[in-house]
């Protein structure tokens, strides 16, 4: 059998890791732009390619310090269907290992499809156990006619677009929602300016295309899309700050970002809700969205290169 090769590359050829990417996982919506932002997001990454006599078979994406603490280093990894089993995939685990460990990592987190059952096994056969679990739902706007926001009284629900002075007003709901995320507990949402850099202004991030709530002047919750294509676009974050749940603002602002992604002509609505976080699965089961296949969050730990 041929030796299978990883080499770290640089965004010169981003294309033939998206194009494994999207091989593997064809709704994934992989990008190369997208790959060249969660660069800049993070404190470091790397993309590798496994190529066999020259011929790419599989790829993997690590980083540190993207909302994770410090012994925590993020993984993906890919290896197209026919050249599995044949050593590329501990190729490349043993490489992000190499790369996580040198800056620090003691532990990786990957995501696993759940439907993948080979994968699955295979991840842990290696050390790698069950985190969480994030569930896929999906929102066909061809086949919905948008309800009207109905905000509960005193609220009023505008884009960040009409109100870019209210960032900081964001910033304060998302360290309260973020870590209320079952999984997110020890996530790092940073500095203000991080996190504006890194969750707010990436190459998918309209400022039209997230919605605050505000009582007056204070912002008390906002839902933001992301971008994925010309028909397709994901929910990031919705957040509500504690003192001001389960009044139907969420609700509300979920009502406002269908109607304006159906306006703009948008086909499909995607999300991924961890499981243990009901109240955001049941309020996305009332407008309507539908489950497919969701991911396993898996950690484990670094590989040995032997």
């Known amino acids: 059998m041929a030796q299978i090769d990883v080499r770290e590359i640089s965004e ?19 990008r190369a732009a997208n790959f060249v932002d969660w660069r800049r997001q993070a404190e470091d990454m790397a993309w590798l390619l496994a190529e066999r006599d020259g011929e790419a078979v599989g790829q993997a994406v690590v980083l540190v310090g993207w909302h994770s603490p410090p012994h925590l280093a993020i993984a993906q990894l890919a290896v197209l269907s026919q050249h599995r089993d044949r050593g590329a995939g501990t190729a490349l685990l043993h490489s992000v290992s190499a790369w996580a460990g040198e800056r620090g990592a003691t532990e990786l987190k990957v995501e696993v499809r759940e439907n993948d059952l080979a994968s699955l096994a295979w991840a842990e056969r290696r050390g790698f156990r069950e985190a969480g679990r994030n569930s896929t739902l999906a929102l066909d706007l061809t086949a919905v006619e948008p309800l009207p926001p109905e905000p509960p009284p005193g609220i009023e629900i505008v884009s960040w677009a009409e109100r870019p002075e209210v960032a900081a007003g964001l910033y304060e709901v998302a360290r309260e929602a973020s870590p209320d995320i079952p999984g997110n507990e020890d996530d790092a949402i ?3 300016e991080e996190w504006l850099s890194r969750d707010m202004q990436g190459v998918s991030d309209r400022p039209e295309a997230t919605f605050v709530a505000l009582a007056g002047d204070e912002v008390v919750g906002f839902a933001k899309l992301s971008i994925g294509s010309e ?38 609505l995607q999300t991924s809700n961890e499981e243990r976080n009901e109240p955001i699965r049941r309020l996305n089961e009332r407008h309507g969205y539908r489950p497919e296949p969701g991911k396993i969050v898996l950690r484990g730990p670094l590989s040995g290169g032997s």
């Open 12 to 30: 010169g050829e981003l294309d033939t890791l998206v194009e494994i990417a999207n091989a593997v996982e064809p709704d994934g919506g992989a």
């Open 190 to 192: 940073g500095t203000f």
């Open 231 to 268: 028909d397709r676009a994901f929910h990031d974050l919705t957040g509500v700050r504690r003192a001001w749940r389960n009044r139907g603002i969420a609700a509300a602002l979920k009502r406002t970002q269908i109607a304006w992604a159906k306006e703009q002509g948008f086909a499909r």
